[in-house]
Nanobody
Framework: QLSLVESGGGAVQSGGVLKLACEVSTVSMEGYGIAWFRRIPGGDLEGVSCISTTDDQTYYSERLKGRLVISRDSAKNTVNLLMKNLLPADTALYYC??????????????????WGKGTLVTVSS
């Protein structure tokens, strides 16, 4: 059975760095996209980044790119999201999402998405 378990969230000061991890429990991660979304308190859901498990092509939110690095460890079935120069506005619940159709339209929710339960990131000023 597929499961996605996020880890690495926590409290950090503005300007700090966090590395989130998503462990994907499945026979194989190949052929999908693994994306990160976030929900800011009281706000909408926002696509953060996506990596293709077919060719490791990466995609980033235009607003956030430059502060993010997404990577995949296929041996560990894990996708990591390194976030740098964090801001209080980055405070959110971060979700790992398996995208059945790779990273095509990755930042749009789909009925075929499979979601983790999220990990909370809190950035203080």
């Amino acid at each position: 059975q597929l499961s996605l378990v996020e880890s690495g969230g926590g409290a950090v000061q503005s300007g700090g760095v966090l590395k989130l991890a998503c462990e994907v429990s499945t026979v194989s991660m190949e052929g999908y996209g693994i994306a990160w979304f976030r929900r800011i308190p009281g706000g909408d859901l926002e696509g953060v980044s996506c990596i293709s498990t077919t060719d490791d092509q990466t995609y980033y939110s235009e607003r956030l790119k430059g502060r993010l690095v997404i990577s995949r460890d296929s041996a560990k079935n894990t996708v990591n999201l390194l976030m740098k120069n964090l801001l209080p506005a980055d405070t959110a619940l971060y979700y790992c999402v398996q995208k059945a159709h790779g990273c095509s339209n990755w930042d749009v929710r789909s009925d075929s998405d499979y979601w983790g339960k999220g990990t909370l990131v809190t950035v203080s000023s």
